[in-house]
């Protein structure tokens, strides 16, 4: 009919005015001042208000979908509501980074693990992102995501040959996969023996070096030191008195 079509124009229309708003439904966004006063100011229905407390900077607005059981448009209007009103603020790079760091210091993973999941969209690159999320999603009991973040991370480091933190992530991976302890463990013996075989070539480069040294200084100074021992010892010409007393 008519008035649905009417309708229909609406939501898109109102609908290109929050994606303008609000452009991506992966960002996160901090309660600021939501009041009760903002709280009965918005008309959005008490299936979609009960999501009002996720809108906590730990949740972004996909997060807040899926765990209040909302569709993404009843999430990102929701957040659109609060954002007109003032009362949440959206999140940057750092302030996400200083936040996951102080939940993960105070032993709140799942939050922290969310914060760090989402600076990963941002940052797919960084290493120490990546580690906290792991550490985060084993301590909250994810253990499929940690073992294929450190596996991840292990790739990484195997690519630029750094293996302490290679063994460091077998080692995590053999603590959460009890099962493949036994040959984690053959992998971290046959990267310490290398890395060993590999100390002790640099040592022998070392010592090798030392004597090069050595062996040059002594060429450097051995014939100066030989001509004065030389001037030391050789027996001295006999005086004039006693050749003519030998005559």
Known sequence: ???????????VDEWEFITQAIPSIKDVYAPVNITDEVVQGIQLGPRIMGAINLVDG???????????????????????????FGAV?????????????????KNLYKDAYQLYAHLLTKEPGDNSVKWRLAECAAQSGHID?????????????????????????????????PERRAEIRCMIEELDGSSSRKGVSAAKLVLLGLIMIGLGAFFLYAEPLFAYVYSVLRPLPPRTEDKMHAI
Do not use: P, W
């Not at 730990?58 to 954002?83: K, P």
């Not at 959206?90 to 936040?99: A, P, S």
């Not at 991840?152 to 959460?176: M, N, P, S, T, W």
């Open 89 to 105: 603020e959206i999140m940057g790079t750092m302030d996400l980074r200083d936040r996951a760091h102080i939940l993960m210091a």
């Open 1 to 11: 009919s008519a008035v649905r079509v009417l309708e229909l124009l609406r939501v």
């Open 58 to 84: 730990c949740h972004s607005i996909e997060q807040i979908a899926s765990d209040a059981l909302l569709s993404n448009l009843e999430a990102t209007r929701l957040v659109y509501e609060l954002l007109c």
């Open 145 to 177: 995501q940690a073992v294929q973040v450190y596996g991840e991370l292990l790739d990484v480091y195997a690519g630029r040959d750094e293996k302490k933190r290679q063994i460091q992530c077998l080692r995590r991976i053999a603590d959460l996969v």
